[in-house]
Every structure is written in C-alpha cells, then in structure tokens.
Nanobody, 123 residues
Framework: QVHFVESGGGLVQPGGSLRLSCVAS????????MSWVRQAPGKEPEWIAA????????TYADSVRGRFTISRDNTKNTLYLHMHDLRPEDTALYYC????????????????RGQGTQVTVSS
C-alpha cells in the first residue's frame, strides 16, 4: 500500500535551516507529482510546494517562495524540502502528499499523505 515516512524535523532558531525527507513506497514514485503540506496548531492544512515527475518543474506558495526548495531523487523514492531563513510562523507539522493531478496548476489535491515531521522555529 502507499506509505510515506518523513524525517528531518526538529527545533531550530529563527534564521536557521532544515532539510526534510520523505521516503515513499507502495507505488511508482517516479510517475507521480508530489507536494509538501504543513499544518500549524489550530489551523487548516497549507499546501506549500509541488514538483513534477522529473523534478525540473516546481511551484510554491507565496509564504515560502524564495526560502524553501522542493526536490526529489527518483532513484531513492525520496522527496525533499530544503528550508532556509526559517521564521516562527513556519512552525508546523510538515508532511508529504501524493498529488491527484499531473499538473502544477492543480497542486492542492492529494490522495495520500504521510504522518508528518514536526518543525518548531523558536529562540
């Protein structure tokens, strides 16, 4: 069955960096568009980044554009999120999700997601 395992979260000071990883299994990872989504306490989930199958086309939410980079390694069935210049408002549970549609202008619909990894930005 479809399964994701995220890792790399933790406590970081404002201005710091983290790299999140998501290892996928149970489906043909290289053939699916993928996303990162986050959910802060008491808030709705927020889609933040998506990537096409080959990894050369990407799209971002305004809240993270220029600070976060999504990437993938299809040989390792792994999705990444490189986060820089982290801010307290980036504190959330981050999880990877499989996109329903193979197009970057519809990145917010997902059919499977992982359990997530917690990122806390605080001094």
């Amino acid at each position: 069955q479809v399964h994701f395992v995220e890792s790399g979260g933790g406590l970081v000071q404002p201005g710091g960096s983290l790299r999140l990883s998501c290892v996928a299994s149970g489906f043909s990872f290289a053939s699916r568009y993928m996303s990162w989504v986050r959910q802060a306490p008491g808030k709705e989930p927020e889609w933040i980044a998506a990537i096409n199958t080959g990894g050369f086309e990407k799209t971002y939410a305004d809240s993270v554009r220029g600070r976060f980079t999504i990437s993938r390694d299809n040989t390792k069935n792994t999705l990444y999120l490189h986060m820089h210049d982290l801010r307290p408002e980036d504190t959330a549970l981050y999880y990877c999700a499989r996109n329903v549609w193979p197009m970057l202008d519809r990145p917010r619909e997902h059919d499977y997601r992982g359990q997530g990894t917690q990122v806390t930005v605080s001094s």
